[in-house]
């Protein structure tokens, strides 16, 4: 795992101090301190698998727990313990989260007390960063992270911060799966120009009022689109995705459509749906090969690379939801005992068909 032991707090200047002009140019600009994001006072730490090198006993737990300090700086991410008797101080690169997200799905082992038990933090962790996904040649365990903080706004800034500084550090792989763009859950590559705005009159395109996200229309169900042909055939990838729209709200039900690259989308909360409409539209994917042969055609067809590569979220019919005796929510047609089938019409008459008649005795 790419952590680096350390044992002092970050050397880095604040955001007024970035904003000042230097009196004189320095010797090398690796001088520069990194700029600070965010530092929190107090914040607790869960970890697993725990790393033998941050552990201080010779027997690393299965989970490492830790309450501390934590700082973000343009260059990485830095935590020191309050108590340093049973783990050492780390920092972690921006490219070495490979997912991060708000969860609700706090673990009940976490230490608590005096901070926010509704939501945290939830990470991965990749060893290997630079490497493609399908360069892996084998199965790891997955090294995941949990932060809690003192209070919901603290959470959500910590959320902003750490997209903040995954999007300073495009993803290094290069040709790395279509959806590693995700990890951020962040739409700035969107273009800023009104006027590049997809035409809905032109040939092709459906003009509804659900694709029009005037603010006016709201809906639990969200219809994802452009997704490409690798997403469906990776359960990791699928896995992945549906963790972060969980991390935003609850899931009721999710329906894959791989014949046209999309999938359908219920969420048990409006507001949940439309924040993920939001932050989601129009999030650039990274270019594969997956797409390369519609884009040798023509030149004309250049124009249209953007728009290839960027995932859309598309404003549905809202489904309606029933909760269960148990807490549970299903979708309200899933309890229909009659299926999917049609009724038979109603008999307008009805006929009397009488039995043949018996033949004569003795023929």
């Avoid at 994917?285 to 995932?311: I, Q, V």
């Amino acid at each position: 795992m790419p952590l680096r032991q350390v044992s002092e707090a970050p050397v880095y200047r604040a955001a007024e101090a970035a904003d000042t002009p230097e009196a004189s140019t320095p010797e090398s600009f690796r001088d520069i301190p990194p700029t600070l994001i965010q530092e929190l006072s107090c914040v607790s730490l869960r970890m697993q698998p725990a790393p033998s090198d941050l552990c201080i006993a010779e027997a690393a737990p299965a989970v490492l727990h830790a309450r501390g300090r934590l700082w973000l700086t343009e260059k990485e991410i830095t935590f020191l313990p309050s108590d340093d008797k049973d783990m050492h101080g780390f920092a972690l690169t921006f490219p070495s989260v490979a997912l991060h997200a708000v969860s609700r799905s706090v673990p009940e082992d976490m230490k608590l007390d005096g901070l926010y038990r509704d939501a945290c933090l939830y990470c991965q962790l990749d060893d290997h960063p630079e490497q493609d996904a399908d360069e892996d040649e084998e199965e790891e365990a997955v090294k995941e992270l949990w932060l809690a903080t003192p209070d919901a706004e603290t959470l959500e800034q910590l959320f902003e911060s750490f997209s903040y500084g995954a999007s300073l550090y495009p993803s290094v792989g290069g040709d790395s799966h279509p959806l590693a763009g995700l990890g951020a859950l962040r739409s700035d590559t969107a273009d800023e120009d009104e006027d590049e705005d997809d035409d809905e009159s032109a040939p092709g395109k459906v003009k509804s009022e659900l694709s029009q996200d005037n603010g006016a229309y709201d809906t639990n169900t969200l219809m994802f689109a452009n997704l490409p042909t690798e997403f469906f055939e990776s359960d990791a990838l699928i896995q992945q995705f549906l963790e972060l729209l969980r991390g935003i709200g609850p899931l009721v039900s999710w329906a894959p459509q791989p014949a046209f690259g999309q999938c359908l989308v219920v969420f048990e909360r409006t507001e949940d749906a439309m924040r993920v409409k939001q932050v989601l539209d129009r999030v650039q994917l990274p270019a594969s090969e997956w797409d390369e042969a519609k884009l040798r055609h023509t030149a004309a067809r250049e124009c249209e690379r953007d728009d290839t590569h960027r995932l859309r979220v598309y404003l549905h019919h809202t489904t309606p939801l029933v909760y269960l005796p148990s807490g549970d929510c299903v979708v309200e047609q899933s309890l229909d005992t009659k299926g999917p089938f049609l009724a038979p019409p109603a008999p307008e008459r009805e006929f009397l068909i009488s039995p043949p008649g018996s033949p004569p005795v003795g023929i």
